[in-house]
T-cell receptor
Framework: EPEVTQTPSHQVTQMGQEVILRCVPISNHLYFYWYRQILGQKVEFLVSFYNNEISEKSEIFDDQFSVERPDGSNFTLKIRSTKLEDSAMYFC???????????FGPGTRLTVT | GIQVEQSPPDLILQEGANSTLRCNFSDSVNNLQWFHQNPWGQLINLFYIPSGTKQNGRLSATTVATERYSLLYISSSQTTDSGVYFCAVDLYNFNKFYFGSGTKLNVKP
């Protein structure tokens, strides 16, 4: 069964550094998402992406965040200058269409020190 | 935004017991999914259930969209069922999930 994959599984970085989290969505999916979950809290929406552009973003998704689909398979989330409060689990998801089921990847645990 | 409330927040069961988890939401939704977050933090998709009833082994789910709630049933619970159960809802054309705060389940042997 096809699945969403994410790399790395765990990333440790120093405050102020740039990080790129990578995702490979399911191949025939058209909608892509990033969510995050701070330890002990609920999962929060960050951004959705369709047709090579952002379709929706949350208040959390400020100028330090960016997303990109650099080729036909990868979907990336970049955090330009990490802060301590960016420490969280980041989930990528994909779906075939608007309002359809979303398939989640296993997550990348980001630790900012 | 939409409010998603899950109950109970915590649940302790003896292995073999049955349980019902509830998810209430404040607006009409176009999509609803139940997830199990395992001890490693992974979100395991249990059901895509915007309406109706589905069953998968010992788990089943029912969504009554007109009354704005969904139920997740776990029968004959096992220790591997422990973890946090989340429901997430999506409004029509909003293209994003709103997650509840979860129900933390602990199944004791």
């Amino acid at each position: 069964e096809p699945e969403v994959t994410q790399t790395p599984s765990h990333q440790v970085t120093q405050m102020g550094q740039e990080v790129i989290l990578r995702c490979v969505p399911i191949s025939n999916h058209l909608y892509f998402y990033w969510y995050r979950q701070i330890l002990g809290q609920k999962v929060e929406f960050l951004v959705s992406f369709y047709n090579n552009e952002i379709s929706e973003k949350s208040e959390i998704f400020d100028d330090q965040f960016s997303v990109e689909r650099p080729d036909g398979s990868n979907f990336t989330l970049k955090i330009r200058s990490t802060k301590l409060e960016d420490s969280a689990m980041y989930f990528c998801a994909s779906g075939v269409g608007l309002d359809y089921e979303q398939y989640f990847g296993p997550g990348t645990r980001l630790t900012v020190t | 935004g939409i409010q998603v409330e899950q109950s109970p927040p915590d649940l302790i069961l003896q292995e073999g017991a049955n349980s019902t988890l509830r998810c209430n939401f404040s607006d009409s939704v176009n999509n609803l999914q139940w997830f199990h977050q395992n001890p490693w933090g992974q979100l395991i998709n249990l059901f895509y259930i915007p309406s109706g009833t589905k069953q998968n082994g010992r788990l089943s789910a029912t969504t009554v969209a007109t009354e704005r709630y969904s139920l997740l049933y776990i029968s004959s619970s096992q220790t591997t069922d422990s973890g946090v159960y989340f429901c997430a809802v999506d409004l029509y054309n909003f293209n994003k999930f709103y997650f509840g705060s979860g129900t933390k389940l602990n199944v004791k042997p």
